[in-house]
């Protein structure tokens, strides 16, 4: 979304009211519309911002320091993240020197007990757990941190089927 700064007050918060602007399709239109107003700032996944030519600003993390978007910080802010049993987390200003603090996971759900093809999943999950990691980057995803792949391959084993 992109709005005229004169148009609106911005206040504290944990939130913002942003007032009615434009809207994008997607985090890609998002971008489009970030880059093609003078002046804007926005947040947009680092793909589409790098795809769209973007500038980065660096954010001041839980332990002070400022940090740039990049693959390794979100590697690094989700290898801080309290990981409850069930894979859930937030890696939201976690602490870290090379930690972003603004880093949001990707979540992959599936039933404990598939109608169908549950071999299948389970080897595809292994695949993104394994394998698949080495090609993470290659498509501006962030690898996971060992403990957390470890602990989400533990968890194919509950998929029944």
């Known amino acids: 979304m992109a709005a005229d700064p004169t148009d609106f007050t911005i206040a504290a918060g944990d939130t913002v009211a942003w007032p009615a602007a434009q809207a994008g399709k997607g985090n890609a239109g998002v971008a489009q519309i970030i880059k093609d107003t003078p002046g804007a700032i926005g947040y947009v996944d680092l793909s589409d ?22 693959l390794e910080g979100a590697t690094a802010a989700l290898a801080n993240a309290t990981m409850k049993d069930d894979l859930t987390y937030s890696a939201l200003n976690t602490a870290g020197a090379e930690a972003y603090p603004i880093t949001a996971g990707t979540y992959v759900l599936v039933y ?14 292994t695949y993104l757990l394994t394998d698949g990691q080495k090609l993470a980057k290659d498509v501006d995803f962030a690898p996971l941190p060992t403990a957390l792949r470890d602990k989400a391959l533990a968890q194919i084993t509950q998929i029944q089927g």
């Open 49 to 70: 911002a790098k795809a769209t030519g973007l500038s980065f600003a660096s954010i001041k993390n839980k332990d002070g320091k400022f940090v740039a978007p990049t």
């Open 112 to 125: 404990v007990t598939p109608a169908s093809n549950a071999s299948a999943i389970k080897g595809w999950l």
